[in-house]
């Protein structure tokens, strides 16, 4: 009967990590929808960066609401002829700080003609 008890506790654990891999994906697709949202959007407007951050800010809202988009920060470049958009992602690990997730996502979009 105990070793029923732990097995079943270890099995737990692991469908709750795997749950945790799924989330955070989702997650991070989330993260690269928005940059890409963000960049095409900037690229033809002429106030690329309020445009790409007003854009990020509306797809994450849609994609990724609570906690998990509070760990999102966006940021836009206008260079020249591109608009780079950055995302610095972090995560909250369901397991403590050992299994949180940390990234930085960019996006990218050449200048359409005006």
């Known amino acids: 009967m ?3 008890v732990v097995a079943t506790g270890i099995v ?3 469908v ?6 799924i989330v955070f994906q989702y997650g991070k697709g989330a993260v ?3 940059l890409d949202e963000a960049a095409r959007s900037a690229a033809r407007s002429p106030t690329s960066v309020a445009t790409c951050q007003e854009r990020a800010a509306n797809v994450l809202g849609d994609l990724l609401g609570g906690e998990m988009g ?6 836009c470049t206008d ?3 591109r608009v780079t958009v950055t995302a610095s992602v972090h ?4 397991f403590g700080a050992l299994t949180d997730y940390d990234a ?5 979009a050449a200048k359409e003609d005006r």
């Open 2 to 4: 105990i070793s029923l």
């Open 12 to 14: 737990l654990v692991l």
């Open 16 to 21: 709750t990590a795997l749950l945790q891999v």
């Open 32 to 34: 690269r929808a928005a």
């Open 70 to 75: 509070d760990g999102v920060v966006v940021s």
């Open 79 to 81: 260079d020249a002829d």
């Open 91 to 94: 995560f909250e690990g369901w």
């Open 104 to 108: 930085t996502l960019r996006a990218s």
